[in-house]
């Protein structure tokens, strides 16, 4: 049930509970203010990792833990994320500063961290209701959310202290030779279309030009913008994936989020942006605001936005198999090959193959 003070925040689902008999003398030991009641309440959004509000008094942090149940090799890094955190925040103020990691699962049961809250809210796949919503309120925050990419991606990582975050080096590689093979290991029969895709993108994969630090999940819905202006950025949260890279990574995958109005209805429907609705840009002129901006060369980004499009059915097909393996019974599954399918369809289109 949703709070009455913040209807982003309820109390913490059944079975999400947090031991708050040993959370709560732990953070009083090591955070910055912990004077008053303790009070804990979860973040309604998101669909991995679980995110509370902790309060002392006045003052908020957010805690952030891994999903329940088993995780995948490197996945939802909460060390990760505090690294990353702990010091970006000095050359990139839109990255809130995280001022604790915990690795002692006695506590509340699975490692966590906590930073500080930014206010603001969320837009998802449409934007909110509000009366200065229009074509003019979403073209600037069209152009703000690439501005502030090609701003992360402006970083000196040796001044931010993030100089040795990931293995650059061959990182392009290594990606395509990853994704092709989960697809390998969850597809449930031939696909010619995948395996003309991976073959082109194996055929054409471009040298690395820009190494940058790469958010890898950069997409609207992860950003916290003022409730005022929509247009105005607060936060860009969900760091535990965040390495060191080719900076265009981050923009094919902000393009594949990136769906027009004429794009096929599938495309739209799986898209986490709204930005089919009048008034944002086209891809065409989000790929040259970029450009300007960032000063790097972007003539092979049709590579990279296929590449996202191939990952993302790779994805989907990863989470079809575990339904037709019996290892989720959520109806809502049981045709997500056939959607995988499109966005491998989609991907061709991109390489035009």
């Not at 799986?270 to 944002?280: E, I, V």
Request: charged residues 25%; aromatic residues 10%; proline residues 6%.
């Amino acid at each position: 049930m949703p709070c009455n003070d913040d209807p982003e925040l309820m109390e913490p689902r059944r079975g999400e509970e947090l031991v708050l008999e040993r959370l709560e003398p732990y953070l009083r030991e090591r955070l910055p203010a912990t004077v008053g009641e303790f009070t804990v309440r979860q973040f309604q959004g998101g669909h991995a990792n679980l995110t509370y509000r902790v309060r002392f008094g006045d003052s908020e942090y957010v805690l952030r833990r891994p999903p329940l149940g088993p995780l995948a090799p490197g996945s939802h890094d909460m060390q990760r994320e505090f690294r990353v955190l702990s010091k970006l925040y000095r050359q990139f103020p839109l990255a809130p500063r995280s001022h604790l990691y915990c690795a002692d699962e006695s506590i509340i049961g699975a490692p966590f961290q906590i930073m500080d809250r930014r206010h603001g809210i969320v837009i998802r796949n449409r934007m909110p209701a509000m009366e200065a919503d229009g074509p003019e309120l979403r073209h600037r925050i069209g152009e703000m959310l690439v501005d502030v990419l090609a701003s992360l991606h402006g970083v000196d990582r040796g001044a931010a202290g993030l100089g040795r975050l990931g293995h650059p080096a061959g990182f392009v590689e290594r990606q395509l030779r990853g994704w092709s093979g989960r697809w390998q290991a969850a597809a449930h029969e031939n696909n010619a279309e995948m395996a003309k895709l991976i073959a082109w993108l194996e055929r054409r994969q471009p040298a690395t030009q820009h190494v940058s630090l790469l958010h890898n999940d950069y997409k609207l819905d992860n950003m916290l913008v003022d409730a005022r202006d929509p247009a105005i950025p607060v936060a860009i949260l969900d760091w535990d994936m965040c390495t060191s890279g080719d900076a265009l990574m981050d923009l094919g995958y902000l393009l594949n989020q990136w769906v027009e109005p004429d794009d096929d209805p599938a495309w739209i429907e799986w898209a986490a942006m709204p930005t089919w609705q009048p008034g944002f840009a086209r891809r065409e002129e989000v790929i040259e605001r970029y450009c300007k901006r960032s000063g790097f060369d972007v003539d092979d980004i049709q590579w990279y936005y296929a590449f996202s499009v191939m990952k993302f059915a790779v994805i989907i097909q990863q989470i079809y198999i575990r339904y037709r393996r019996g290892q989720t019974v959520d109806n809502r599954f049981a045709h997500y090959d056939q959607r995988a399918a499109s966005f491998v369809s989609k991907g061709c289109r991109i390489a035009e193959i």
